[in-house]
């Protein structure tokens, strides 16, 4: 295993030494490391390895306790996040910055705002700027009128790592930057990072899904608990070395349990629409049994699922739980009702959590809300034993959720709807930006659920968690129903050519 050997080209960036410690919880462990001009350069490693630590020092956004930085060959220390953007080091954060109430116009320009000669925003001027930027890099489609609040977490990614690309950076980086995107999406980002690439600057790139690492990266840095665990050339190492050195134990291999058939029939849809964005929507879902929902983003997935959890008003059609038809107005019905839904969002920031409370808060909510009777000492008792089933790692119940790592966070998350003991779970992308370790325990927890009886909704953008995981596999396609495929024909073949219509006929 042979490590990346470095060019006679100076760095644009080199970090010596680097150490972070929180407490007792060391965080980076005498990390070095070069990031050389033209390159597109990975960090691998779990949720907690250091990663996001690490490029927080660099954008000036943490301060290391101990180590060097060289900017160029030129020694600096950066305070504040305003003094690495004047440099070029521009950062695109898993945790979105966009102001939610501001438009999108308005978020792209923030800093720049164009101003009549009265010094009044000028909007017109402002929008067009907007569009045109927009359109330069394809998505044209995105309402620059429209605030960011009411955009789908994919558009709003794609505003901010367009905005952070407008500031011409000399390096890029990029904290699962791709988490919440399409295929179609991520193909179009990674585009612009060849162009930066071509121009001779830089990009450090994280993210857990190991494809786009193959198809994007130059070369590769694994971090374990804080350390440097080597860097390499794209192609001198394999995916299981990736990953044994990311873990520390051989690659996860996961096979679909097989569980007893239950026919058993605990929810129906008839019919469902919404607007233009659900048509005629058809589907039953039976007891104890893991049911996929595919296809690219924004075929109608998301309001399909904040449908049936009373997210969405006006809707038209049919909702059966068990033999009898209901209507669910709000969320509160649905985790209350005789046979009770949980929704684990796909936002963890804005919609699964509250960053500011503590776990403990943040876990009694959905219980309490429920209507299940604990007393406090019996609710405590409970949250602490999911914490250890979830194996959340955390210094206590009364540390902040913002505090935890991002596969934890989204732990505390799916234990708050544990903590409900609900019938049908409905999971949103649920491993969007954790580590293979998050994700492994994750899938294991969805087939206990489904061992038990429990009935599990599941909508993902990683087609392999559809083939391992599911029974059965509704494939949506522009707002309806275009395939469900059973067990036996599940493939990410099938999944891919009924995604994109090229499969030979629909449902």
Not at 261 to 288: F, P, Q, R, V, Y
Not at 370 to 381: A, D
């Amino acid at each position: 295993m042979s490590s990346f050997t470095e060019s006679q080209m100076i760095p644009v960036i080199e970090a010596v030494n680097i150490g972070k410690r929180y407490g007792n919880t060391v965080a980076l462990d005498d990390i070095s490391l070069k990031i050389m001009p033209g390159t597109i350069h990975g960090l691998l490693g779990e949720n907690g390895a250091g990663k996001s630590t690490f490029i927080k020092i660099l954008a000036g956004v943490t301060q290391p306790d101990e180590g060097s930085i060289f900017f160029k060959g030129r020694k600096l220390k950066i305070q504040k996040p305003k003094e690495a953007v004047s440099l070029g080091l521009i950062s695109v954060f898993q945790e979105l910055s966009l102001v939610p109430e501001l438009s999108v116009a308005e978020a792209l320009f923030l800093d720049n705002l164009p101003r009549t000669g009265l010094g009044n925003i000028d909007y017109k001027k402002l929008n067009n700027s907007a569009r045109s930027l927009l359109s330069s890099y394809g998505f044209e489609k995105i309402n620059t009128k429209e605030l960011i609040k009411d955009h789908p977490l994919a558009d709003r990614q794609i505003v901010e790592i367009i905005k952070c690309l407008n500031l011409s950076p000399e390096i890029l980086f990029m904290d699962e930057g791709t988490s919440t995107l399409s295929a179609k999406e991520v193909a179009a980002v990674f585009s612009f990072l060849r162009i930066l690439k071509k121009q001779g600057k830089s990009v450090v790139f994280i993210s857990h899904r190991m494809s786009e690492i193959q198809d994007i990266c130059d070369v590769y840095t694994v971090f374990r608990d804080g350390k440097n665990m080597g860097t390499f050339n794209k192609g001198s190492i394999s995916d299981d070395q990736l990953i044994g050195l990311m873990v520390g134990e051989k690659s996860f291999v996961h096979l679909r349990k097989k569980r007893k058939k239950n026919e058993t029939m605990i929810l129906e849809i008839k019919n469902l629409g919404w607007e233009n964005a659900l048509k005629d929507i058809s589907l039953n879902i039976k007891k104890g049994e893991i049911f996929g929902i595919g296809g690219l983003n924004g075929q109608g997935q998301m309001e399909l699922l904040y449908s049936l959890f009373g997210v969405l008003k006006s809707t038209t059609g049919e909702v059966y739980l068990g033999n009898k038809k209901v209507r669910i107005n709000n969320p509160s019905e649905a985790i209350s009702g005789k046979i009770r839904l949980a929704l684990i969002p796909e936002d963890r920031k804005t919609e699964g959590g509250i960053l500011e409370m503590t776990v403990l808060e943040n876990m009694s909510i959905a219980a309490i809300c429920s209507g299940t009777k604990r007393n406090n000492k019996t609710l405590k008792n409970d949250i602490e034993t999911v914490v250890r089933k979830l194996n959340i790692k955390t210094a206590g119940l009364n540390s902040q959720l913002s505090s935890l790592s991002g596969g934890n966070q989204q732990k505390v998350i799916i234990g708050k709807w544990l903590m409900t003991d609900a019938d049908i779970y409905i999971f949103h992308d649920p491993t969007r930006g954790i580590d293979i370790k998050a994700k492994h325990d994750i899938y294991s927890l969805i087939e206990e659920l489904a061992e038990k009886g429990k009935s599990v909704i599941l909508f993902s953008t990683e087609l392999q968690e559809l083939v391992w995981l599911c029974d059965r596999v509704a494939i949506l396609y522009e707002n309806s129903i275009r395939k469900i495929f059973d067990e036996e024909d599940i493939s990410e073949k099938n999944i891919v050519e009924a995604s994109l219509a090229m499969d030979k006929q629909g449902a």
